[in-house]
C-alpha cells in the first residue's frame, strides 16, 4: 500500500536534531535508487559483466485493491484456510498477495532484460544486469531501488558432503520380537532420541499436512522409501533451472543427492529400514539449491519456492540451507553481523511465510562454535523461524552445529535433534540406506514432528507449534545460544496439543487505519521515539535522510503484522540540523 498518511513538518532546531516525516516514495534522483552494496559491486566490475539484482518496483499497478477483493483469484483455497488460523477473516490476503505489475514486467523485458525470479511479496524481480543496464533501470518512474542479490555456497569440507557406506536393504516384512508397533529398522534411534515412537503408536503421522522441503534437487525419488510418497502425489519445481522435474538432469545445474537424504528424514517409509515422523504428509518438492562448485545458491529461488508453496497451502517447510559467508568478506554473501532476524531478504520472507500461516524450520547451519558472536545462517536468525541445531546420540551438541545469539540478543538455535550418523535414503539408482551428519539432517526431523503436532491438532499457529515445542524441549528451564530451548520431545508436545484450542488473532487491537505519528522528543539529542501503525500486515520501510538526501539509516526494512510498533532512532555521531524520516508500505 502506498500513500496511506503524509506528515510534514519543518522544527527550528537549537540543539540535536529533528525528524520530517513522510509517507510514500522518495522523489530524490535515479543515483539513490542503486544500493550502496551494488554500487561497492559495480566500482570493481568490468562494464560489461552481469550482476545478479533485485529490481524493486514502486507500485503493483492501479488493479491492485480490486484483486484484493477477490482472495479465491489469488491463492488456492487450501491456503485460505490455513491462513484463517493466523489472519482476521476480512484480512486473508494483503498487497504482497498481488501479482506483480505485468506493464512494469513487460517494459523490463523489452527492453532485453532477462528476468529470473519474480517475487510478489518484496514486489521484486531478480535479473542480470550490466553496469548500463542497472543505470537505465534506475530512470525508470516505476523501479525504487536495485540491490544486489546474495547468495551461499557450501564449503568442500563441509560435514554434510562427506561421501558415507551404502548397506542394502533388508527383509521390511519381518519386525522380530520388537515393542513397537512398526519396525523402523536401524533409524530407530532417531526416532526414539526425539520420543516419535508414541506419537505414530498414538495414529499421529503428519496426515493431513502438506510439507514443502527445499533443497539440492531430489536424485533417487524412485527410492523404496518414497513409495508411499509417490503414491499419494506430489508437486515440483526446479527454481535453478525453470522446469518441474526436481531429480537430476544432463546438461542441468545441481545435484540432487542431499535432497534424497533430507527428504527421507522427514517424509520416508520403509519398514525394517527407515520411518520418518511424518511418513503420511503429502509434499511440494523444490529445487532452490544449485550444488555446482562454482555457482553459488542465491536467495531469490529461496523466496521464490516460499511464495509458490504458500500459493498451493503448504502446511511447513523445511529446508537446510544457510545463507552466509559465500567467500571471506564477500559483499554478495551475509556475514553474522546480519543476524537480527530483519536485514537478510531470505529472512525477512520466511518471516512473511510464517504470517501467512506456515511453519518454517530452517537449519541452524554448520559453522560450529564462536565465542564471541553467533554462527548463524539467515534465514535462521528470523524471529518467527524454527531454527534447529543438531545433537549427537548423547543428547550434546554437535561440534559443528552453529550458534546464538542473534545480534539483537535473541536465543537460537531454538531447538535441536539428532544430526549425527542420521539414517537416510540412498543417492543414485541405489535401493539402499546411507547415513548423514549435519543440522541440515537435524532439521527435517524437527520439520516431521511439527507434522505430527499438526495431525493432532491443525488449528495451531505456527507460533503456537514452536512454544509447544520450547516448553517441552529438554533445556526449556535454561534455554542458552549453544542447544536453544533444547532436545525436541514430540510425545509431550503432541499431548499438550490436544488440549489446547486455537486462540486467533485479537481484531480489536488492529488499528483503524496507518498512522505515522511525529517522533518524541522533538528536537531531541541523542536519540528520538518513532511510534506507526499498520491495519493491516505487509513490508514496511522507514528510512532516515539529511537535508541533501544522503540516506543515514534504515529504522525498519521487514514484514510486520497488523497492529501498534515503536522504533529508536539514535543520532549519536550525526551533526545537529534537520533530518527527514520516509515511510513506505
Known amino acids: 500500500m502506498k500513500n496511506f498518511n503524509s506528515f510534514k513538518a519543518l522544527l527550528t532546531v537549537l540543539a540535536g536534531s529533528a525528524l520530517i516525516l513522510f509517507s510514500g516514495s522518495n522523489n530524490f534522483s535515479g543515483e539513490f535508487k542503486i ?39 489469488l491463492l488456492t483455497q487450501r491456503s485460505l484456510d490455513r491462513r484463517a488460523k493466523v489472519k482476521p477473516a476480512g484480512s486473508l490476503v494483503d498487497i504482497t498477495d498481488v501479482p506483480l505489475n505485468s506493464d512494469y514486467i513487460s517494459d523490463l523485458t523489452n527492453s532485453g532484460i532477462k528476468i529470473v525470479q519474480r517475487s510478489k511479496w518484496f514486489n521484486r524481480v531478480s535479473v542480470m544486469a550490466d553496469r548500463e543496464e542497472i543505470m537505465d533501470m534506475t530512470s525508470k518512474h516505476y523501479v525504487k531501488r536495485v540491490d544486489v542479490v546474495r547468495g551461499f555456497s557450501k564449503s568442500i569440507n563441509d560435514i554434510e558432503l562427506v561421501e558415507r557406506p551404502v548397506t542394502p536393504e533388508v527383509d521390511h516384512n519381518n519386525n522380530g520380537n520388537s515393542p513397537q508397533s512398526l519396525n523402523y529398522g536401524s533409524s530407530l534411534a532417531q526416532m526414539q532420541i526425539i520420543n516419535g515412537i508414541a506419537v505414530h503408536d498414538s495414529g499421529y503421522y503428519g496426515q493431513g499436512v502438506v510439507i514443502a522441503s527445499f533443497d539440492t534437487g531430489f536424485d533417487n525419488l524412485p527410492h523404496p522409501a518414497f513409495d508411499s510418497l509417490r503414491a499419494r502425489g506430489f508437486r515440483s519445481y526446479d527454481f535453478v533451472n525453470h522446469d518441474t522435474i526436481v531429480g537430476n538432469e544432463n546438461g542441468q545445474m545441481g545435484e540432487g543427492s542431499h535432497g534424497t537424504a533430507t527428504l527421507s528424514l522427514v517424509g520416508g517409509y520403509r519398514p525394517g529400514n527407515l520411518i520418518a515422523p511424518a511418513f503420511r504428509s503429502r509434499f511440494i518438492l523444490a529445487k532452490t539449491e544449485n550444488t555446482d562448485s562454482e555457482t553459488p545458491v542465491e536467495e531469490d529461488n529461496w523466496i ?25 568478506g564477500s559483499i554478495r554473501s551475509y556475514d553474522w553481523t546480519w543476524m537480527n532476524g530483519d536485514s537478510c531478504i531470505i529472512t525477512i520472507g520466511a518471516d512473511i511465510a510464517v504470517n501467512k500461516g506456515i511453519i518454517v524450520c530452517n537449519s541452524a547451519g554448520n559453522e560450529g562454535f564462536n565465542s564471541t558472536h553467533n554462527t548463524l545462517g539467515a534465514p535462521s536468525d528470523g524471529d518467527s523461524v524454527i531454527a534447529i541445531g543438531s545433537v549427537n546420540s548423547n543428547r ?42 549435519g543440522t541440515s539432517f537435524s532439521c527435517p526431523m524437527a520439520a516431521g514432528v511439527c507434522a505430527m503436532v499438526l495431525s ?42 490436544k488440549l489446547m484450542t486455537n ?67 539514535n543520532a549519536a555521531g550525526l551533526s545537529s540540523g534537520v533530518y527527514f524520516l520516509f515511510a513506505d508500505c
Open 35 to 73: 544500493s550502496k552494496s551494488l554500487q561497492s559491486i559495480l566500482n570493481v566490475t568490468q562494464p560489461d559483466s552481469k550482476v545478479k539484482v533485485w529490481v524493486e518496483f514502486t507500485d503493483k499497478g492501479e488493479d491492485a485493491v480490486q484483486l484484493l477483493s477477490m482472495p479465491s483469484n
Open 396 to 437: 550434546q551438541r554437535s561440534s559443528f552445529s552453529s550458534v546464538g545469539l542473534s545480534v539483537d540478543g535473541r536465543i537460537k538455535p531454538d531447538l535441536v535433534a539428532l544430526g549425527n550418523g542420521n539414517v537416510v535414503a540412498a543417492s543414485g539408482s541405489s535401493t539402499g540406506y546411507s547415513s548423514g551428519s
Open 456 to 497: 493432532a491438532n491443525y488449528s495451531l499457529t505456527p507460533i503456537q507449534v514452536r512454544e509447544l515445542l520450547k516448553q517441552t524441549a529438554d533445556s526449556s528451564f535454561a534455554p542458552n545460544r549453544r542447544r536453544g530451548w533444547g532436545l525436541i520431545n514430540a510425545w509431550e508436545t503432541v499431548k499438550l496439543a
Open 304 to 328: 521464490a519456492a516460499a511464495e509458490w508453496v504458500d500459493s498451493l497451502g503448504a502446511d511447513i517447510i523445511t529446508s537446510s540451507l544457510g545463507y552466509i559467508g559465500m567467500d571471506q
Open 503 to 569: 486462540t486467533n488473532t485479537n481484531v480489536s487491537s488492529v488499528p483503524e487505519s496507518f498512522l505515522l505519528e511525529q517522533n518524541y522528543p522533538n528536537p531531541f539529542n541523542p536519540s528520538t521515539k518513532i511510534s506507526y501503525k499498520l491495519q493491516v500486515g505487509g513490508y514496511i520501510e522507514l528510512q532516515v535522510f539529511d537535508i541533501s538526501g544522503k540516506q543515514i539509516t534504515s529504522l525498519v526494512n521487514s514484514s510486520r503484522g497488523a497492529g501498534s510498533y515503536e522504533v529508536e532512532f
